[in-house]
């Protein structure tokens, strides 16, 4: 069984170089040959170009293909997978097309794993966790009101004028901030066209409690169905967002009236420009460190007091083991790689697992990656 590693950009190396380190078959494809060598030419005895017809004239039954490349190759490589028998495995959201490959993936007895990175993926763990923390519990009670709240962030460690460093292209972020988000406020919808019209406040249980801006992003609502959320549970707040320095707002206000006014051709092209700009003003400098915050929390109300209250907290950054998010991502990439090699995953398309011995075990390793991970409970 051949792991096809494809992507060797900054966030899938310490996962990649974990499985060469474990003496694992792999065999790592980049459509540049010589940044793979960089990057793990002390390790890898196979390194080739990437191209999905060499990958499918080599790719075999129970082989696992994991895609670090963009996102626009996911489902192409999930479909050869299924098509040869083998696996699949990437960090990424499940796009719709990736979701219709499910009955077609488990008839061919082939596992599709993503979600399975930092956000998504980490995030994903400390759910389950908590949701099944509070079932088991005392306070659970079908008609308690539940409060979910999800943040996760990448920033610089050593704050900067502009509260924020890039360590690839600001493209994505930039694009980013022209989506619309929806979630659950005060037992309701809330739909938001941009993230800088539901900006607020959130202050992080870390080991020293630090305060951050939030907004939420994409459409968290399906994921209740996900954690697996009793339907006629009573939700009053449910958020997965992201999380970002005090001062953010402000330094970047320019930005949000500018992206605010861009359309079309010329809008596009003012974005690349942009992101140019930025990434020679605010990336990282060569071995300067990048700080990652995650903080998922489940809180249970009955008549109006707390009587189950715990947020999974992670503060994590760079240090000579490279940058935090690069490890974040990729070290639970290579989890999910080994547990499907192991038949720990089902066959079809599937999000981070839900199943405990399984999230348990990923969460264990992912507290060494950390600088600091705590349950902690409000109630104590």
Not at 187 to 202: E, M
Not at 281 to 301: M, Q, T
Not at 355 to 373: R, S
Request: one cysteine or more; proline letters at 6%; a negative charge.
């Amino acid at each position: 069984m051949t792991i096809h590693w494809c992507g060797t950009g900054l966030s899938a190396i310490p996962g990649l170089r974990r499985l060469l380190e474990q003496g694992r078959a792999v065999t790592v494809w980049n459509r540049t040959v010589e940044k793979a060598q960089e990057a793990v030419g002390d390790l890898a005895q196979d390194i080739r170009a990437f191209d999905i017809d060499a990958l499918g004239a080599v790719l075999e039954a129970d082989d696992v293909v994991v895609s670090m490349l963009p996102g626009d190759w996911h489902v192409p490589l999930a479909e050869l997978c299924i098509t040869k028998g083998a696996n699949f495995v990437s960090s990424s959201y499940i796009a719709p097309e990736m979701k219709a490959l499910d009955a077609k993936a488990k008839a061919a007895g082939v596992a599709c794993v993503n979600e399975v990175g930092l956000d998504p993926g980490i995030d994903h763990l400390m759910a389950h966790a908590l949701i099944a923390d509070y079932r088991a519990s005392d306070a659970y009670a079908g008609d308690n009101t539940l409060s979910f709240k999800s943040y996760c962030g990448g920033v610089p460690k050593v704050a900067n004028p502009f509260r924020y460093k890039f360590s690839w292209s600001p493209l994505g972020v930039l694009k980013a901030l022209r989506s619309p988000s929806r979630s659950i406020r005060d037992g309701k919808p809330l739909d938001v066209n941009r993230p800088w019209d539901a900006i607020s406040s959130y202050q992080a249980p870390l080991d020293t409690p630090e305060t951050f801006e939030v907004y939420p992003n994409r459409d968290s609502i399906p994921f209740m169905e996900d954690y697996k959320f009793d339907p006629d549970w009573t939700v009053k707040e449910f958020v997965r967002g992201t999380l970002r320095l005090n001062g953010w707002t402000e330094a970047w206000g320019d930005v949000f009236r500018e992206i605010e006014t861009l359309t079309g051709p010329d809008g596009d092209a003012r974005l690349k420009e942009m992101s140019d700009q930025f990434w020679t003003e605010n990336s990282y400098d060569e071995g300067e460190p990048d700080r990652v915050i995650l903080c998922v929390g489940l809180k249970a109300e009955k008549d109006g007091i707390d009587v189950y209250h715990k947020t999974y907290a992670m503060d994590a950054w760079g240090d000579e083991r490279g940058t935090a998010m690069a490890r974040l991502v990729s070290i639970p990439v290579s989890l999910a790689i080994e547990s499907v090699l192991d038949g720990k995953i089902a066959p079809g398309v599937h999000a981070a697992p839900s199943e405990p011995a399984l999230f348990n075990a990923w969460l264990d390793h992912i507290g060494t990656l950390a600088q600091h991970m705590q349950i902690v409970d409000h109630t104590a």
